[in-house]
């Protein structure tokens, strides 16, 4: 079964630092790999997407992220963090065959301080 | 269009009630999802539709009721609810054979 782990639960940035976020992933096969934004009572905003290809994949809000098959990971980054970047970011998996459905990792929780 | 639609945003029920989530898309997609997520938790996964059939339950308990009318709609009945199933309720879409979903902005379920 596929699984996803992000390692920080919370990181604070202050606003212009530049932002990694981590995600390691496990999946038998080629993964399809995702990074989803969620402000507070909101639904899920999709970033960006990993399918196949340049592994280094831009997303929407300047966010870029990088997949590493030797190291089974899928990390999140941004150059310089704006206020309105604070926000809970989840990493997903998503499955092959007919009736796919996503794996989410347990979230990080990003603050920026001014 | 790339919106998923949900309504109520907000529904406050009580444990006798009966009332439904509505969730619509007009992306052409066939593959339709209902989604739970408690405070500071990740979402998790409770109905697929595809191509208007159930496809996945994941072992949900039946006082949800998942429905698709139609290729743009998809229902969540609720009755007989619990506290702890106060959560918020996302619906997401996405092309049959493809993870990519969009989600819905949710609606927030209290149940007292």
């Given amino acids: ?114 | 269009d790339t919106e998923v639609t949900q309504t109520p945003k907000h529904l406050v029920m009580g444990m006798t009630n009966k009332k439904s989530l509505k969730c619509e898309q007009h992306m052409g997609h066939r593959a339709m999802y209902w989604y739970k997520q408690k405070a500071k938790k990740p979402p998790e996964l409770m109905f697929v539709y595809s191509y208007e059939k159930l496809s996945i339950n994941e072992s949900v308990p039946s006082r949800f009721s998942p429905e698709c009318p139609n290729s743009s709609l998809l229902n969540l009945h609720l009755h007989a609810l619990q506290p702890e199933d106060s959560a918020l309720y996302l619906c997401a879409s996405s092309q049959v054979g493809w993870n990519e979903a969009f989600f819905g902005q949710g609606t927030r379920l209290t149940v007292v």
């Fill in chain 1, 1 to 114: 079964a596929q699984s996803v782990t992000q390692p920080d639960i919370h990181i604070t940035v202050s606003e212009g630092a530049s932002l990694e976020l981590r995600c390691n992933y496990s999946y038998g096969a080629t993964p399809y790999l995702f990074w989803y934004v969620q402000s507070p009572g909101q639904g899920l905003q999709l970033l960006l997407k990993y399918f196949s290809g340049d592994t280094l994949v831009q997303g929407i809000k300047g966010f870029e992220a990088e997949f590493k098959r030797s190291q089974s990971s899928f990390n999140l980054r941004k150059p310089s963090v704006h206020w309105s970047d604070a926000a809970e970011y989840f990493c997903a998996v998503g499955t092959s065959g007919s009736a796919r459905q996503l794996t989410f990792g347990s979230g990080t929780q990003l603050t920026v301080l001014p």
